[in-house]
């Protein structure tokens, strides 16, 4: 009886395999397994959700539209914060450092007038010391170079960010550049584990040490004492000026790039506007216990009264952000069924808001995000 049931097996087999050929691409095509999660790692998450001014509202809530949609295992606690504040209320804090992450939209920094930029008080209060900001191509979204895909890691605490300044005679302003081994080295660490941990192959170290050679020559010592500790990976070296020139002529030399406060802030938002605009570019801010996710670049850009009365901003930074955070709160497969949504809608074209050649509305494209999940 055994021997006359291995031939009809390897028939019964063979035949079904010849009539249902999509049989094995059916499970190939199946994601494999990422990570074993540990007992209770599908526990919801609560997010610190903070809307902010301008357009933040609008993709905010895009975001939370798309996690309702996905069943994602993460929940919102909201907070009305916004840049007109004279310090970001202390709840808001007690709420980041109990569920350690965050989402927000941008807060508005007024100009002048002595107002502390909330932005930045965030990142001192909660020591988010290293912003990074993803600039890559994303399919089907025509721009003037390819195979752009830099990572800016950029030190978050100090530099000219420090916020020391003070009137010396009426006429004469000084503005204190303060630059510090301590975090001069966790940069540089962070980013060169960001680099082990993701596969890159260089990192490379703006500065402006020609000039400033005691505040950039510290950074630059900094980097080399870490860079030797990583012989896997390349180091080198760039001026801010000639790496804003090479940016706009050859931005795909570039891979990881660690920066001082201030050249990160106008290195992302050029690198951003290469690959396609800040509209698209994914971000965060991260400490040893907490983290902000956020619009990549130009954070604090809430947008114009036109495009907010319209409802036409672009929920893609942020949406790229919040696929960043489920990463960030290991859940990864949740992670890339967003991003894949995401890019199929921008692949796709039809869904579009203006700043990317469209017209689509931010409802419109975030029913595409949704109609496009799998």
């Given amino acids: 009886m055994a021997k006359r049931s291995v031939p009809l097996l390897k028939q019964l087999l063979s035949s079904s395999s010849a009539a249902s050929p999509s049989c094995s691409s059916r499970f190939t095509s199946h994601r494999s397994v990422t990570y074993m999660p540990r007992p209770g790692d599908g526990t919801p998450r609560a997010v610190t959700l903070i809307p902010g001014d301008g357009i933040g509202p609008l993709v905010t809530g895009a975001v939370e539209q798309v996690m309702e949609a996905m069943h994602a ?23 980041i450092k109990k569920n350690k992450v965050c989402l927000k939209g941008g807060l508005a920094t007024p100009m002048g007038g002595g107002v502390s930029s909330l932005n930045v008080q965030l990142r001192k209060q909660l020591d988010l010391y290293a912003s990074l900001v993803n600039c890559f191509n994303l399919p089907g979204l025509p721009t003037r170079h390819e195979n752009v895909d830099i990572v800016v890691i950029r030190e978050n605490t100090e530099g000219e960010y420090a916020g020391l300044e003070h009137e010396v005679v009426p006429g004469v302003v000084e503005s204190l550049k303060v630059i510090t081994k301590f975090c001069s080295e966790r940069i540089a660490k962070y980013a060169f584990e960001y680099a082990y941990l993701n596969n890159r192959r260089k990192v490379t170290a703006v500065h402006k040490a020609n000039i400033m050679k005691l505040a950039d020559g510290l950074f630059l010592e900094s980097c080399r004492e870490v860079a030797t500790k990583y012989p896997g990976i390349k180091y080198n ?138």
């Fill in 73 to 95: 295992p993460v929940y919102f606690e909201r907070y009305d914060v916004h840049g007109d504040m004279p310090k970001v209320p202390q709840e808001v804090i007690d709420s």
């Fill in 237 to 374: 070296e760039i001026i801010v000026d000639n790496c804003c020139m090479q940016l706009v002529s050859k931005p795909e030399q570039f891979d990881v790039m660690v920066t001082p406060n201030l050249y990160g802030n106008l290195v992302a938002n050029t690198a951003a506007g290469i690959a396609g605009g800040t509209g698209v570019m994914p971000g965060g801010n991260v400490g040893a216990d907490h983290a902000v996710f956020e619009q990549g670049a130009s954070a604090g850009n809430v947008g114009n009264e036109k495009v907010t009365e319209q409802k036409k901003a672009n929920p893609v930074a942020l949406l790229l952000s919040s696929a960043m955070m489920l990463r960030h709160l290991q859940f990864p497969s949740f992670a890339d069924r967003l991003e894949t949504a995401v890019k199929g809608v921008i692949s796709e074209g039809k869904h579009r808001t203006k700043d990317l050649g469209g017209s689509s509305t931010t409802q419109e494209v975030v029913d595409a995000v949704i109609a496009a999940l799998d």
